[in-house]
């Protein structure tokens, strides 16, 4: 029904950058919420960051002033702009949409980001 899919993910060093793009597609009119989560071996999954259809966004604090969540209505896409990267931002990455029409949180498969020291 919906088919969300991310790339972008890679090894980095310490203060590198990466771009993670996620698109949509499937049987919806519109996308509300958009954003990304990581998750790291043996831990919950945590919010990175949202943004709003509108272009309003929310940040984790521990990314805050360092990633730029972004998102292309026309595209069905939302983007996560990583700068000065940390060992500790190393996660599997999960973008998900929330397709107004269908109702629900629709995840991708993750992409792996690592960040060595």
């Known amino acids: 029904q919906v088919q969300v899919v991310e790339s972008g993910g890679g090894l980095v060093q310490a203060g590198g950058s990466l771009r993670l793009s996620c698109a949509a597609s499937g049987n919806f009119l519109r996308i509300n919420d958009m954003g990304w989560y990581r998750q790291c071996p043996g831990e919950q999954r945590e919010l990175v960051a949202t943004v709003t259809r509108g272009g309003a966004t929310n940040y984790a604090d521990s990314v805050n002033g360092r990633f730029t969540i972004s998102r292309d209505n026309t595209k069905n896409a939302v983007y996560l702009q990583m700068n000065n990267l940390k060992p500790e931002d190393t996660a599997v990455y999960y973008c998900?949409?929330?397709?107004?029409?269908?109702?629900?949180?629709?995840w991708g498969q993750g992409t792996q980001v690592t960040v060595s020291s």
């Open positions: 998900y949409v929330e397709p107004g029409s269908l109702g629900g949180r629709y």
